[in-house]
């Protein structure tokens, strides 16, 4: 069984910045990919930043830029650094890792971008 538990989460004023942890109760080199994604109310979920095994990464365009998705292996977390954050951030952030044959969720931290 795998666990993710993501932390960071916050109010921030425009133009602000975060970083976003998520924490896995496994060794998160066992994962084939491992990402960031956001849900808004009414919207769909959607993938902000990917991070592979062989540490490529990927980013959604509306983050490119100023988001930066890394990783401590020998801590079993990934991160998501937010910089110059805007309104249309706001949403619900959720961790996921690929691997073991199944695709596995935490429960999300909230970010609000508001003045």
């Known amino acids: 069984q795998v666990q993710l538990v993501e932390s960071g989460g916050d109010l921030v004023q425009p133009g602000g910045s975060l970083r976003l942890s998520c924490a896995a109760s496994r060794n998160i080199f066992i994962f084939n990919v491992m990402g960031w994604y956001r849900q808004a109310p009414g919207k769909e979920r959607e993938l902000v930043a990917e991070i592979t095994r062989v540490n490529n990464k990927n980013y959604a365009d509306s983050v490119k830029g100023r988001f930066t998705i890394s990783r401590d292996i020998g801590k079993n977390v990934v991160y998501l650094q937010m910089n110059n954050l805007k309104p249309e951030d706001t949403a619900s952030y959720l961790c996921?890792?690929?691997?073991?044959?199944?695709?596995?969720w935490g429960l999300g931290t909230q970010v609000t971008v508001s003045s």
């Open positions: 996921s890792a690929q691997g073991l044959g199944d695709n596995y």
